[in-house]
């Protein structure tokens, strides 16, 4: 089983992959996952991460990414538009969940 | 070293001599539990009596049901738990008069038990008896409850479930943290360790700290340490005195989720060994042949019975373990969990380890990613306290008339008969000998249907437009 810091990283990992080159289809999608991104590098290597309790919402994380680039290597928008939508919820569910409350995602 | 023995029963029951009381004593006698007892002997019979609010401790009927097996042998039972730690800022058995309210709303009373329900280490935890461990892995010497150490044998009677810091909760635990009186669990819990403290190991983060006047709760920071390390002084700065630390853990929910302070893993895994050590001086204090044990595999919640709640049982009711090795029975029910399907929507299957061969306890009752559910185990398999190479021998359910109602044997006739006739509980007397005022046929079909079901329901706005 991954670590959650391992998941976290991970997810910021895909969100580098998917934001390359998103501004030239959808600006605010864009900044949207450069906001996720920045989050998480802020939050990373604290000690939730380091627990088991972060792993549950941090693999959702990990998972809506890796479905939402599915998406963008499959010139999906239609589903990309509702996949981005999960991520930023379930991103900032893992923030919130990571003691960074009153945090809110665009 | 050859294998131990664990004697084990399944949680299936049909009968009386199936219930799992009665498997309870089943593995008791044949794991000659019950040669330990002698006439007058004082037995200490450990549980863990539940924090408030928690719902999956065991329930009193078994610790009363040991006890009564060791009165017909002639003991003189006592039933017992231990003051806690510190370990949250609302503990309900952290000294003796906190326990005894807590075990009672929890159903253990001498009334229940039919024998005494004690506190066995004082009112504040510091009624003990230390006794050297030189063989320790970690811990050289441990400082047991006296009421136990006191005792001429001890059955360790121990819920078998997960543990936020020690992985598992089962027989180990119950003698290596419930068994040590409250410096006892300060020494297991490695307070005041040059390595494994948190005073050593712990980050303190208090650039963390954002200010009284930005912390509504701030007052909590300074009141979760019992011996007064934390304090926010004249600065506004938050401040740890650290080497004093005990390692009570009543910061580590206060602390850690704000990120004033990283808790060490490490100090979790010394912990899990030192928990085989401590387990070990219970032994040598008692006797290594006058300490026995029995674990209950059921309501297997992911966190202790220490936690003010119980979530849903991660595996399936596993079964009635019994053994002279608390290595063995230990490792016995971690076999079985594992080789258990978890169940769907409890933790298991929210951390993803509900598979057969999954680790149970590692994925979802642990803290900390890196812990492991055999670590007290296997330290005790080193230090010579038991076996983690077992034998499982099944017994087969015991005689039935032994697990009925004891105190009177007769059948219904000669017990109620007399009675019966006198206050007729049955009104024969009415409604032509049939008793009551009935309906001789109703129709049970129409409440037996299930509706919901149904395939025939008619769409009446449809069928009027049809019918125009």
Request: proline share 4%; with cysteine; hydrophobic share 35%.
């Amino acid at each position: 089983m991954q670590s959650g810091q391992e998941m976290l990283e991970t997810t910021i990992s895909t969100c580098k992959s998917i934001s390359d080159g998103l501004s030239d289809q959808n600006e605010d999608w864009s900044n949207s996952i450069v906001e996720i991104v920045e989050k998480f590098e802020e939050i990373s290597d604290t000690f939730f991460f380091k627990t088991m309790p972060s792993i549950p919402s941090t693999r959702t994380a990990m998972r809506d990414a890796e479905a939402l680039l599915n998406a963008k290597i499959a010139l999906d928008w239609n589903s990309f538009k509702d996949l981005i939508d999960t991520l930023i919820t379930n991103s900032q569910t893992v923030i919130e969940k990571a003691g960074m409350k009153g945090t809110t995602l665009t | 070293m050859s294998q131990s023995k664990v004697y084990y029963m399944d949680a299936h029951s049909e009968s009386a001599e199936t219930s799992l009381a009665a498997k309870m004593i089943t593995v008791f006698d044949a794991a000659g539990l019950d040669q330990m007892v002698k006439p007058n002997d004082i037995v200490a019979i450990k549980v863990h009596c539940g924090e408030w609010n928690n719902s999956a401790y065991l329930r009193p009927l078994y610790a009363r049901t040991l006890a009564d097996r060791i009165k017909e042998l002639g003991g003189r039972p006592f039933v017992c738990d231990t003051t806690t730690s510190t370990y949250s800022p609302y503990g309900s058995r952290s000294s003796e008069i906190d326990i005894l309210l807590t075990a009672e709303r929890n159903g253990y009373s001498s009334a229940t038990l039919g024998c005494p329900f004690i506190c066995a280490d004082g009112f504040i935890g510091t009624s003990d008896f230390l006794v050297d461990i030189p063989e320790g892995y970690i811990l050289k010497e441990a400082y047991i409850a006296q009421a136990i150490a006191a005792a001429d044998a001890l059955i360790a009677l121990t819920h078998f479930k997960g543990h936020s810091m020690g992985v598992i909760g089962g027989a180990l635990k119950n003698l290596g943290i419930g068994a040590q009186s409250k410096r006892g669990k300060f020494n297991v819990h490695m307070g005041g360790h040059p390595t494994y403290g948190l005073g050593a190991a712990g980050v303190f983060h208090p650039e963390n700290f954002k200010g009284k006047a930005n912390t509504p709760d701030w007052e909590i920071l300074e009141d979760c340490c019992p011996f007064n390390l934390y304090e926010i002084n004249d600065k506004d700065e938050l401040t740890w005195d650290g080497d004093k630390c005990a390692n009570c853990l009543g910061c580590f929910g206060v602390m850690g989720p704000r990120g004033l302070m990283d808790i060490p893993p490490i100090q979790f895994d010394a912990v899990d060994a030192a928990i085989a050590d401590a387990c070990l001086g219970v032994e040598k204090v008692i006797g290594r042949d006058k300490v026995g044990y029995i674990n209950m595999a059921i309501d297997i919640s992911p966190a202790c019975d220490c936690a003010g709640h119980a979530d849903v049982p991660i595996v399936p009711h596993l079964g009635v373990f019994a053994s002279m090795d608390a290595v063995a029975i230990d490792m016995a029910c971690v076999d079985k969990a594992r080789a258990a399907e978890g169940i769907k929507g409890s933790k298991a299957e929210l951390m993803e380890v509900h598979n057969v061969g999954d680790k149970k306890f590692e994925g979802a009752a642990a803290t900390f990613h890196s812990q492991s559910e055999v670590t007290s185990i296997n330290t005790g398999h080193e230090i010579g306290l038991g076996n983690r190479d077992y034998e499982l021998i099944e017994c087969q359910p015991g005689d039935p008339a032994r697990f009925r109602f004891s105190y009177d044997t007769r059948l219904s006739r000669p017990r109620f008969a007399e009675k019966f006739e006198k206050f007729k509980p049955f009104p024969y007397d009415k409604y032509d000998g049939k008793g009551y005022n009935r309906l001789d046929v109703v129709d049970l079909d129409k409440v037996k249907h299930h509706y919901e079901d149904s395939q025939n329901v008619v769409d009446v706005e449809s069928s009027m437009k049809t019918d125009i």
